[in-house]
C-alpha cells in the first residue's frame, strides 16, 4: 500500500522559508515521477512543482526560481525546499505520486497517490 506523509508545514512571514518533507512507503520513490500540488482555501487544486524518474523538474511559472524539487533516494522521500514566501503561497500542500516515469504539474490526471496534505500559512 502506497503512504505519502508530509511534514514540514507550518507559519512563516511574508519573504520567509519553509521546507516541507514528504515520506513515502510502499512505493519507490526513484523509479517514478513524484511532485507537489496545492489547494488554498476556494481556489482550485494546483500542480506546484513535479519531479521525474531521471530528475528533471517542472515548475508552476507562480514558483519558478523560488521553490525547488528534490528527491532522495536512499531516504525514500521528496523535498520541496520555499523561498521567498507571499501570502499567495498559503494552502495545503498535498505531496503526490504518479505510476509514470514522467509527469507534469499541468495534468492532475499524471498522479495516482496523495498525501493527507501539511498545512502552509503565510502573514503579510
Known amino acids: 500500500q502506497v503512504q505519502l506523509v508530509e511534514s514540514g508545514g507550518g507559519s512563516v512571514q511574508s519573504g520567509g522559508s519553509l521546507s516541507l518533507s514528504c515520506a513515502v512507503s510502499g512505493y519507490s520513490a526513484s523509479r517514478y515521477c513524484m511532485g507537489w500540488f496545492r489547494q488554498a482555501p476556494g481556489k482550485a487544486r494546483e500542480g506546484v512543482a513535479a519531479i521525474g524518474k531521471q530528475g528533471g523538474t517542472d515548475y508552476a511559472l507562480s514558483v519558478k526560481s523560488r521553490f525547488t524539487i528534490s528527491r532522495d533516494n536512499a531516504k525514500n522521500t521528496v523535498d520541496l525546499q520555499m523561498n521567498s514566501l507571499q501570502p499567495e503561497d498559503a494552502a495545503i500542500y498535498y505531496c503526490?505520486?504518479?505510476?509514470?516515469?514522467?509527469?507534469?504539474?499541468?495534468?492532475?490526471?499524471?498522479?495516482?497517490?496523495w498525501g493527507q496534505g501539511t498545512q502552509v500559512t503565510v502573514s503579510s
Open positions: 503526490v505520486a504518479s505510476k509514470y516515469s514522467e509527469c507534469s504539474v499541468t495534468r492532475t490526471t499524471d498522479f495516482h497517490y
